[in-house]
């Protein structure tokens, strides 16, 4: 029987990187806050050092504990020894609710869940895309594959949960009104999130922080970069940090565009650390959902540039002047105005009072917890 005081929470996710990595540590500090017990179930092959540590932070707190198999990003052979492991675990640890973040963790919670279901036990199926499957083409082939998927799975779901409005609309379009319940529940930062951070007296003029991979736009910061220096007359500089597929190639690009060697690349560092390398935070990504980085960085007082993608205008609003277009041309040109005077382009961004107001881990966990006890009756 469930307490109305003490759930068992699993959450499963494919890579502990990122967005949807942030998202699940915050949940799981406010739900372990709240005495619920909570486990994770992620892969074992992706993160590095920061990831490794961030991690074992989350050890001791984790009464279902941690689990870490191997998980392709990729649809492979290897999917049905991980499937099979990741079932095991989950029957060994018997949720009350079952929470899949982005697209294979929402399968293995929702259709394991519903294998439990079968066998008798009483456990909610939930889901947040994060972005996810919804990236794909609908004239696609493939994206007709994982929509239809996707469409099919509803019936194993209790609960979709949506971080943005744009990521709700983009669902709808691409695989159609939701047959179960949903909600929007936005992102939240927690009060230190809202502490300023100095720049160093060294600091680079601009600083790109994610995943080192297309979707991010990492290519398009450094082309924009060049241009923007071009456009203002002298070398701006930048600093790129983060890890993935891609880095050796765009240390390749970086080469060729900038000759003078003017982007330093970094490994991964915690966001509020990465803030003080540099003056002005661009975020050039070609598609988002609601990413951490543009509320962490607004929060910490940096100030922003980011791409009109996904639920960015959400946070900045629909007009701000931060927006841009994610491509090197139209960036390159706010960015030659943004160092032109920093302190007056700070100023056309949202105040930490607004950010404070819409976005807060608290509102999120409880507004969460909510529906968590909604569905299991």
Partial sequence: MVSKQTLRIVHCFRAPVGGIFR????????QVKAGHQVGIICDASTGGALEEALLADLRGKLALG???????????????????????????????ILHGHGAKGGIYARLFG???????????????????????????????????????MERMTDRIIFVSAFEQGIYVRKVGEPRCASELIYNGLADGDFEPVATDDDSADFLFIGEM???????????????ASAACGRQLTGVMVGDGKDRARLIEQSAKVQTDRSIR?????????????????????????????????????????????????????????????PEAGDLAAKMAIAIDDVAA???TLPSVEE???????????????????????
Wanted: aromatic share 8%; charged share 25%; hydrophobic share 45%.
């Fill in 265 to 325: 690349f970094l490994m991964p560092m915690k966001a509020r650390q990465a803030f003080r390398l540099a003056k002005v935070v661009v975020i050039p990504s070609r598609a988002e959902a609601l990413p951490y980085v543009v509320l962490e960085a607004l929060a910490a007082g940096q100030p922003v540039i980011a791409s009109r993608v996904g639920g960015i205008p959400e946070i900045l609003g629909d007009s701000s002047p931060a927006l841009v277009e």
């Fill in 114 to 152: 519903s294998v439990l279901r079968v066998f008798g036990s009483r456990v909610a199926r939930f889901y947040s895309p994060h972005g996810g499957s919804l990236h794909f083409d609908p004239a696609k082939l493939q994206g007709r594959i994982i929509f239809r998927v996707e469409r099919t």
């Fill in 345 to 347: 382009y700070r100023q």
């Fill in 66 to 96: 941690l689990e870490r198999i191997a998980m392709q990003r990729q649809i492979g052979p290897g999917d049905a020894m991980a499937a099979l492991r990741t079932y095991k675990i989950i029957k060994k640890l018997q949720p009350d």
């Fill in 213 to 227: 991979r297309a979707l991010k736009g990492p290519d398009i910061f450094i082309n924009a970069l060049a241009r």
């Fill in 355 to 377: 950010l404070k107001h819409k976005f807060s881990i608290e509102t999120m966990a409880a507004r969460l917890e909510a529906e968590y006890f909604a569905a299991l009756g």
């Fill in 23 to 30: 998202h699940v540590r915050d949940l799981i500090e406010a």
